[in-house]
């Protein structure tokens, strides 16, 4: 059973640092792109940044210095490190999994979810 389970939440100032963990268990494999993402409500989810198997990094645009997606494959374990934090950055933060395709590794299909953890920046 696949489970992906995020941590290090909360509430900061504008320009403060959080560092969100997502212990992931139960892939059968390693080829898999694990990707943030982040939803306010009524809005659509975004995603954030994503690490491909072949580590292969992508952030959207306007997260790009501030942001940095990390994993450490011992403790199966995929971060988010977050600087420089802004207020439009509050949401729920989301950590998912996509099996990568043989060919390129395209991922596409976040079968599997965590249940989120909530960061709230206050100006």
């Known amino acids: 059973q696949v489970q992906l389970v995020e941590s290090g939440g909360g509430s900061v100032q504008t320009g403060g640092s959080l560092r969100l963990s997502c212990a992931v268990s139960g892939l059968t494999s390693s080829a898999y792109c694990l990707k943030w993402f982040r939803q306010v409500p009524g809005k659509e989810r975004e995603g954030v940044a994503r690490?491909?198997?072949?580590?292969?990094?992508w952030y959207k645009d306007s997260v790009k210095g501030r942001f940095t997606i990390s994993q450490d494959n011992a403790k199966n374990t995929l971060y988010l490190q977050m600087d420089s934090l802004k207020p439009e950055d509050t949401a729920m933060y989301y950590c998912a999994a996509a099996a990568a395709s043989a060919i390129n590794f395209v991922c596409n299909d976040y079968s599997y979810w965590g249940q989120g953890t909530q960061v709230i920046v206050t100006s």
């Open positions: 690490i491909k198997p072949t580590g292969t990094i």
